[in-house]
């Protein structure tokens, strides 16, 4: 059996570990180390990122210090949809706020059916009803909802990092500053491959031909008239220091850094991805390449790109799943910066490294489905260890306690 995971149970219980790196994207592909999960925690082998992390001598840590509630609270007041049993929740205004319990305890409940789609209905203008709930107090606090979750950003070809972040809109106002574009009059819109003029004309600017499979899922070709680089000869005439824009689109962020380093426009959008840990990323890489965790820090990406007001609620369901401890770390310092500008962030959690960091825990159970649904413990993380019936409390306790000599 060959399992693709980053759980620490899981590892330890493996018979074998292989870890690959040491980095994502080019900068990874590398077997670091091969063994059992004994060896991989005592291994002299500095080359393992993981090792460190599964002998507990190196944890996710947090970017700034712990916030107390001193803002009020953002209140649900007696949620009964499904299991909830009708205590009121509470989640400080300003602070990173982690729910968490076992599956089925109500987490997803109280968060997305009742607080988020209320929010989104008050704050976005969705049509949708709320779970049972008696009121929610302090949604005035708050101007808009941002759910961000591991949903792809695209299903086409078309969509990549570029066009998501807006990335390519500055990209393509630079190139139709180059002296030859302004004598051949070509405009921003001349760099785009979703209009005609200066895109391949016989894939539509997709860069690929779309296959059909007829019962399978459709595969796709590069495309033999402008082998994959979506733009026609003229346009790829325009160069920005020896690159056109399908060179740019081809290179990662950290390589578009450096060319791109005096013009502060597009090194606001590179930074900013360089900052979730994408800087591997090339930039025009097809969503339909992404993985979950590389789409959510996307979405995060963007909005950190945006002026912070300080009055957004942040709402994120289980976003570690699929992560590494150091994409988890990328992850955790994006969501202190979003409570550092001022907002509110509730994250879905199961993971302990982010219960951990938590200022505020909203713990749910003891149980799963009808065993579920009170809320077993609300305060800061220094509390809930001494909780008897939180199932989480104990975990937490255990995690603390370094591992056995070996």
Same mark, same amino acid.
């Given at each position: 059996?060959?399992?693709?995971?980053?759980?620490?149970?899981?590892? %330890?219980?493996? =018979?074998?570990?292989?870890?690959?790196?040491?980095?994502?994207?080019?900068?990874?592909?590398?077997?670091? +180390?091969?063994?059992?999960?004994?060896?991989?925690? %005592?291994?002299?082998?500095?080359?393992?990122?993981?090792?460190?992390?599964?002998?507990?001598? !190196?944890?996710?840590? @947090?970017?700034?210090?712990?916030?107390?509630?001193?803002?009020?609270?953002?209140?649900?007041?007696?949620?009964?949809?499904?299991?909830?049993?009708?205590?009121?929740?509470?989640?400080?205004?300003?602070?990173? &706020?982690?729910?968490?319990?076992?599956?089925?305890?109500?987490?997803?409940?109280?968060?997305?059916?009742?607080?988020?789609? /209320?929010?989104?209905?008050?704050?976005?203008?969705? @049509?949708?009803?709320?779970?049972?709930?008696?009121?929610?107090?302090?949604?005035?606090?708050?101007? @808009?909802?941002?759910?961000?979750?591991?949903?792809?950003?695209?299903?086409?070809? !078309?969509?990549?990092? /570029? &066009?998501?972040?807006?990335?390519?809109? /500055?990209?393509?106002?630079?190139?139709?500053?180059?002296?030859?574009?302004?004598?051949?009059?070509?405009?921003?819109?001349?760099?785009?491959?979703?209009?005609?003029?200066?895109?391949?004309?016989?894939?539509?600017?997709?860069?690929?031909?779309?296959?059909? *499979?007829?019962?399978?899922?459709?595969?796709?070709?590069?495309?033999?008239?402008?082998?994959?680089?979506? $733009?026609?000869?003229? &346009?790829?005439?325009?160069? $920005?220091?020896?690159?056109?824009?399908?060179?740019?689109?081809? *290179?990662?962020?950290?390589?578009? *850094?450096?060319? +791109?380093?005096?013009?502060?426009?597009? *090194?606001?959008?590179?930074?900013?991805?360089?900052?979730?840990?994408?800087?591997?990323?090339?930039?025009?890489?097809?969503?339909?390449?992404?993985?979950?965790?590389?789409?959510?820090?996307?979405?995060?990406?963007?909005?950190?790109?945006?002026?912070?007001?300080?009055?957004?609620?942040?709402?994120?369901?289980?976003?570690?799943?699929?992560?590494?401890?150091?994409?988890?770390?990328?992850?955790?310092?994006?969501?202190?910066?979003?409570? =550092?500008?001022?907002?509110?962030?509730?994250?879905?959690?199961?993971?302990? =490294?982010?219960?951990?960091?938590?200022?505020?825990?909203? =713990?749910?159970?003891?149980?799963?489905?009808?065993?579920?649904?009170?809320?077993?413990?609300?305060?800061? !993380?220094?509390?809930?260890?001494?909780?008897?019936?939180?199932? &989480?409390?104990?975990?937490? !306790?255990?995690?603390?306690?370094?591992?056995?000599?070996?």
């Amino acid at each position: 059996m060959i399992v693709v995971e980053h759980d620490e149970d899981t590892m %330890r219980l493996a =018979d074998e570990v292989i870890e690959i790196g040491p980095g994502a994207g080019s900068q990874g592909g590398a077997i670091l +180390f091969q063994g059992s999960p004994a060896e991989l925690m %005592r291994t002299e082998a500095r080359q393992s990122v993981s090792g460190p992390f599964l002998a507990r001598t !190196r944890r996710v840590e @947090k970017a700034g210090k712990t916030k107390k509630p001193t803002d009020g609270f953002l209140t649900v007041r007696e949620p009964r949809e499904h299991n909830l049993k009708g205590d009121d929740a509470k989640f400080p205004v300003g602070l990173l &706020t982690v729910v968490t319990g076992v599956s089925g305890s109500g987490k997803s409940t109280l968060v997305n059916d009742v607080l988020a789609t /209320a929010a989104a209905k008050k704050l976005n203008g969705a @049509k949708a009803v709320a779970g049972v709930h008696r009121s929610i107090e302090n949604l005035d606090f708050f101007e @808009k909802l941002v759910q961000v979750d591991q949903s792809p950003i695209g299903r086409s070809p !078309r969509s990549n990092p /570029a &066009t998501y972040t807006k990335l390519l809109d /500055a990209l393509r106002n630079l190139y139709a500053q180059v002296p030859l574009a302004k004598v051949r009059g070509y405009q921003a819109s001349r760099f785009s491959f979703n209009v005609r003029g200066g895109r391949c004309e016989k894939c539509q600017g997709d860069g690929a031909i779309k296959l059909d *499979m007829q019962f399978m899922a459709n595969a796709y070709a590069p495309c033999p008239s402008c082998e994959g680089k979506r $733009f026609n000869r003229e &346009t790829l005439e325009v160069l $920005f220091h020896g690159h056109s824009i399908a060179d740019v689109l081809d *290179m990662t962020v950290g390589d578009a *850094m450096q060319l +791109f380093r005096n013009i502060p426009k597009v *090194m606001d959008k590179l930074e900013t991805l360089a900052a979730v840990g994408l800087g591997y990323l090339k930039l025009g890489q097809s969503a339909t390449t992404l993985s979950g965790g590389e789409a959510q820090r996307l979405k995060l990406s963007l909005e950190l790109s945006k002026r912070q007001q300080g009055d957004v609620l942040y709402i994120l369901d289980e976003p570690t799943t699929g992560l590494h401890w150091l994409d988890i770390q990328n992850l955790m310092d994006l969501l202190f910066k979003l409570r =550092d500008a001022g907002n509110t962030v509730i994250v879905i959690e199961h993971n302990l =490294d982010v219960v951990n960091l938590a200022d505020w825990i909203i =713990d749910l159970g003891p149980g799963g489905g009808s065993a579920g649904g009170e809320i077993i413990y609300a305060g800061g !993380r220094e509390g809930i260890e001494a909780v008897e019936r939180s199932l &989480t409390g104990t975990a937490l !306790r255990r995690w603390a306690e370094p591992l056995p000599a070996s």
